[in-house]
């Protein structure tokens, strides 16, 4: 009878909880749903900042207006945290075209890719030659590439359901190609633009020369995929084709900036800290609406939907909004650094940075304990239809706190549509659905709620 009626109790308990747990997060859905802030923010980041390039003007100007945001939530403290970020600047726009005969010429649109250098002032113009990848120049040679611009042309894997896997195929060409190329010669790179959507406009990122000596460094910019689909059916009918492009790129000295940080002390638990953010600074051909001017505004929403529903978080819940991620990850890995020096316990993290599209679930960066247990919570996300809880990558500037302990994890919107953006001009507010952006946030602050109140499983720790 004893155990029957334990059996009882915990069963009732049991019911009492889930419960509980599906009036909370109904709640959090209802609040950011009806009484929304982050589209505003969102709205004031891209149409009155616009994009946020780490050093800029506008970079500073979303730290000023980020941080007087969240004081107004009245969260229990508010602060920046200095970190020294690279300044590259883009000049004028780039112009280009290619020659197919002597006198015949045809404009392309292209974007210098960030951390490049400046072609001359004239300009650069060579016979160009075409190539699928990096591998390929070993193949080829010195002999065919020296003096020449390389014109690298691998398409998103259209096969690919994952948009990410498809970027993650192609991307190497871009960091690295003129790094590459200059080892053969080449005086000049052209990049077919990371992106599944056929347009004319050219998608720009990151670039790295590696231990490429200054006086050997060459030009690198990005063709739009209509331009790159145009210039490699030029190339076929007439090899000889020349290509000019003229770019006035520069990268200065580095320059102080500032993660913005704001937080909620835990009752309980206070010296377990969680994190929640998104990345301020965004390139600067859009307003970095979708990258990653959403995460930065979901993320702070995650702190106002806990504080408007009434829950009193057991453990510190921070947001940072990180600076410098597209460019060098320093705001990242000077939180992880300076977290570390001060010998902050850091549980969990949460990042948004993959659009404000329709949320679908989280990939999960975690132990097998963990995993098990953010997918014991699945049910509680159907009726919002989240469904998925994958194994995976969580985000670029939350990486540097893991550990064997820290449960990561990264918000998974619908990915169809976030490579028709990245990186391009028409990454603007027009493109984001206040509704999708919302239900983001809310499913978000769920997340936070539940590891919050249940806490994260301790790793195994094998003697030896």
């Not at 210039?231 to 090899?239: A, F, I």
């Not at 014991?376 to 985000?395: D, T």
């Not at 984001?432 to 301790?458: F, H």
Request: hydrophobic fraction near 35%; charge should be neutral; charged fraction near 25%.
């Amino acid at each position: 009878m004893k155990k029957l009626c334990l059996v009882i109790f915990l069963l009732g308990m049991f019911t009492y909880a889930q419960t509980a747990d599906e009036s909370q997060l109904r709640k959090i859905y209802d609040v950011s749903l009806t009484n929304a802030k982050g589209y505003d923010w969102l709205n004031h980041l891209s149409n009155q900042i616009g994009g946020r390039l780490s050093g800029s003007i506008q970079a500073q100007q979303a730290v000023d207006y980020t941080k007087a945001q969240l004081e107004k939530l009245g969260l229990d403290r508010v602060w920046l945290q200095p970190v020294m970020v690279p300044k590259w600047v883009r000049g004028t726009p780039e112009f280009a075209y290619f020659e197919s005969t002597p006198g015949t010429s045809t404009n392309v649109p292209i974007c210098a890719l960030g951390g490049s250098v400046a072609t001359q002032p004239g300009g650069l113009k060579a016979n160009i030659i075409e190539v699928q990848g990096i591998e390929e120049l070993k193949i080829i040679g010195r002999e065919k590439i020296e003096g020449k611009i390389v014109f690298f042309n691998r398409p998103f894997d259209q096969k690919l359901i994952s948009t990410f896997d498809a970027y993650a195929g192609c991307v190497d060409q871009r960091y690295m190609g003129a790094a590459e190329a200059s080892k053969y010669g080449a005086v000049g790179i052209i990049v077919r633009s990371m992106s599944s959507r056929l347009d004319d406009l050219p998608h720009t990122g990151s670039m790295s020369y590696g231990d490429t000596p200054v006086k050997n460094r060459i030009p690198a910019a990005a063709i739009s995929t209509k331009g790159a689909d145009l210039l490699s059916t030029t190339l076929k009918l007439n090899s000889d084709t020349k290509f000019y492009f003229k770019q006035n790129c520069e990268q200065l000295e580095d320059v102080k900036s500032y993660n913005v940080i704001g937080e909620i002390k835990g009752s309980t638990h206070p010296n377990e800290i969680m994190v929640v953010g998104g990345h301020l600074d965004s390139w600067d051909l859009g307003d970095g609406s979708h990258d990653d001017g959403a995460g930065c505004v979901q993320s702070m929403e995650v702190l106002r939907l806990l504080k408007e529903t009434g829950y009193k978080p057991k453990r510190t819940i921070r947001v940072v909004l990180f600076m410098n991620e597209e460019n060098g990850l320093r705001g990242g890995n000077e939180y992880a650094k300076v977290a570390k020096s001060k010998g902050e316990h850091h549980v969990f993290a949460l990042e948004s940075d993959a659009g404000g599209f329709t949320p679908r679930g989280f990939s999960l960066d975690c132990s097998d304990a963990n995993f098990e247990k953010v997918q014991s919570w699945k049910a509680l996300f159907e009726p919002y239809l989240i469904h998925m809880f994958v194994r995976g990558q969580s985000g670029a500037d939350i990486n540097p706190l893991k550990n064997s302990e820290m449960l990561l994890a990264g918000l998974r919107p619908d990915l169809q549509r976030y490579f028709d953006h990245h990186h391009a001009a028409n990454d603007t507010f027009e493109h984001v659905n206040k509704r999708e952006l919302q239900m983001g946030a809310a499913t978000m602050a769920s997340l936070v709620y539940l590891v919050d109140k249940y806490g994260v499983e301790p790793s195994i720790k094998i003697k030896g």
